[in-house]
């Protein structure tokens, strides 16, 4: 026994078994770095600066297809992920103000209302928009001839297609945090959606009563702030003219600069650079 006992000893004090944990240290460190970096990165990602890619022409002039845009995401809200990364599985997710408001002219990045037309809207996919109307403000759609707050703003289109805007006029004020909704606008279409996305029932009843999470209602207050967002080119355009008001919680961030660019359809590595575009600020 004493013999095995001073051959374990010696072997394990040899170069060779010192090498080997040599290597050891050196992996668990190398792995700590890349960890810690992959940490940062995440970090950055969430809460920073993002890439996003442009795959429709709904912005054209401004941003093109191929367009990689980088969004700064500490502008409007600082948001924590509502979804442990690479499942489904939803966790609380908690928000704070950004670093400044959203301003009219602003491209706005942005998830999509939860309800649209009635419909749930499964997917989070990112957009993007140019604000056009902010938490208050008055509304007077007809066509292409646009007013806010009394003022008309021209709306432009850079793409030639058969058929013409939709002519039906929209006439609304933009709902603000603790504003309250009478019966006449829960009937319409845009403000159900509002008060669904807000995550409450709503029930229109043949004999036209008004019922919200199952009791009778005659007004609804509305519990976040919302826009008015459309694209530059307005006729190849599906936006809040379409589905309504975007509530604040579904700002991503601001799109600040054109970080990429191929001169082509979709997204891919594989393209032709653009490089008078890469490096524009919006």
């Excluded at 703003?153 to 929209?170: E, F, H, M, V, W």
């Excluded at 190849?236 to 309504?244: L, Q």
Aim: aromatic fraction near 14%; charged fraction near 25%.
């Amino acid at each position: 026994m004493p013999d095995i006992l001073s051959w374990v000893n010696n072997h394990m004090h040899s170069s060779n078994w010192q090498i080997f944990f040599s290597r050891k240290r050196k992996i668990a460190g190398y792995s700590i770095i890349f960890l810690f970096i992959a940490l940062l990165a995440s970090l950055f990602k969430t809460f920073i600066l993002e890439v996003y890619c442009v795959t429709s022409i709904s912005m054209m002039p401004t941003l093109l297809q191929g367009d990689y845009i980088l969004v700064a995401k500490y502008s409007y809200r600082i948001k924590t992920p509502e979804y442990l990364p690479y499942t489904d599985i939803k966790i609380p997710a908690y928000s704070f103000s950004g670093a400044k408001p959203v301003r009219r002219g602003d491209l706005v990045v942005f998830e999509p209302p939860l309800f649209i037309n009635g419909k749930k809207i499964l997917s989070r996919n990112a957009y993007v928009k140019r604000c056009f109307g902010l938490p208050g403000d008055q509304i007077d759609l007809y066509g292409a001839r646009l007013l806010i707050n009394k003022k008309e703003i021209k709306l432009t289109s850079y793409t030639n297609i058969s058929g013409k805007p939709d002519t039906a006029r929209l006439y609304v004020t933009i709902p603000a945090k603790g504003d309250s909704i009478d019966s006449y606008k829960i009937r319409t279409r845009f403000y159900q959606d509002l008060i669904k996305g807000e995550d409450h029932k709503v029930d229109l009843r043949n004999d036209n009563r008004i019922l919200i999470d199952g009791k009778m209602a005659s007004y609804y207050v509305v519990e976040k702030n919302y826009y008015f967002l459309i694209g530059d080119n307005s006729n190849r355009s599906t936006d809040s003219r379409i589905w309504g008001f975007l509530p604040e919680s579904n700002l991503i961030g601001q799109a600040i600069m054109i970080a990429f660019s191929w001169a082509e359809d979709e997204c891919s590595w594989s393209k032709t650079i653009r490089w008078t575009r890469i490096g524009k600020t919006l």
